[in-house]
């Protein structure tokens, strides 16, 4: 069974830096993309960009470039997704989730990682 | 922001059918494929339709998906109370080189 399991809720202050992970199973992480995808009340889901395993191509939303870096660990099976200087507006729940092929479809998702700026 | 339009809510009584819409353009639905995604408030999102009409497996047949053009729906008969959900539509685009989302559309079975 495919699972996505991700890293637990973050509280962190503006400027801080912060990575999420988001670890799978069940199929093969490094033949796969890895999407990040966040959801706020106010913009719905919006794609962050990916990351392909085997060779760490890595494309990113033009709303996103610049803002985080994905990244993955292949001898664990796990994907990142790192910010160097928080911002209120970081404020989120965020997800990783499978894609089929390099445009398809998001097949599994994780749990979720809700991230709270705050100072 | 949202590059797919949908209705922000719907409703329906148990029993009922209901058809949401999904809105884009030539870029996106218009050229790729259509999916959508069932969300409970709280939990991940879950793969209802993919490929404009497949459905995975585990799906209750009362999920069906279309597209026409620019446009896409997703129909729900036989209206139950555990249908109550955010309802999402996806599709790739071919401008952002990545997949684009509507805003949902909050079902309330009532």
């Known amino acids: 069974e495919v699972q996505l399991v991700q890293s637990g809720a973050e509280a962190k202050k503006p400027g801080e830096s912060l990575t999420i992970s988001c670890n799978s199973s069940?199929?093969?992480?490094?033949?796969?993309?890895i999407a990040w995808v966040r959801q706020t009340p106010g913009k719905g889901l919006e794609w962050m960009g990916m990351?392909?395993?085997?060779?760490?191509?890595?494309r990113y939303s033009p709303s996103f470039q610049g803002q985080v870096t994905i990244s993955a660990d292949m001898s664990i099976n796990t994907a990142y997704l790192q910010w160097s200087s928080l911002k209120a507006s970081d404020t989120a729940m965020y997800f990783c989730?499978?894609?089929?092929?390099?445009?398809?479809?998001?097949?599994?998702w994780g749990q979720g990682t809700l991230v709270t700026v705050s100072s | 922001q949202s590059m797919l339009t949908q209705p922000p809510s719907a409703s329906g009584t148990p029993g009922q059918s209901v058809t949401l819409s999904c809105s884009g353009g030539?870029?996106?639905?218009?050229?790729?494929?259509v999916s959508w995604f069932q969300q409970v408030p709280g939990t991940a999102p879950k793969l209802l339709i993919y490929?404009?009409?497949q459905r995975p497996s585990g799906v209750p047949d009362r999920f069906s998906g279309s597209k026409s053009g620019t446009s896409a729906s997703l129909a729900i008969s036989g209206l139950q109370s555990e249908d109550e959900a955010d309802y999402h539509c996806?599709?790739?685009?071919?401008?952002?080189?990545?997949?684009?989302f509507g805003g949902g559309t909050k079902l309330t079975v009532l």
């Open positions: 069940g199929h093969s992480f490094k033949s796969n993309w």
């Open positions: 490929r404009n009409n």
């Open positions: 996806a599709a790739w685009d071919g401008s952002l080189s990545g997949p684009v």
């Open positions: 030539t870029s996106n639905i218009g050229s790729n494929s």
């Open positions: 989730a499978r894609l089929i092929g390099s445009s398809g479809w998001f097949d599994y």
């Open positions: 990351i392909f395993p085997d060779d760490s191509d890595t």
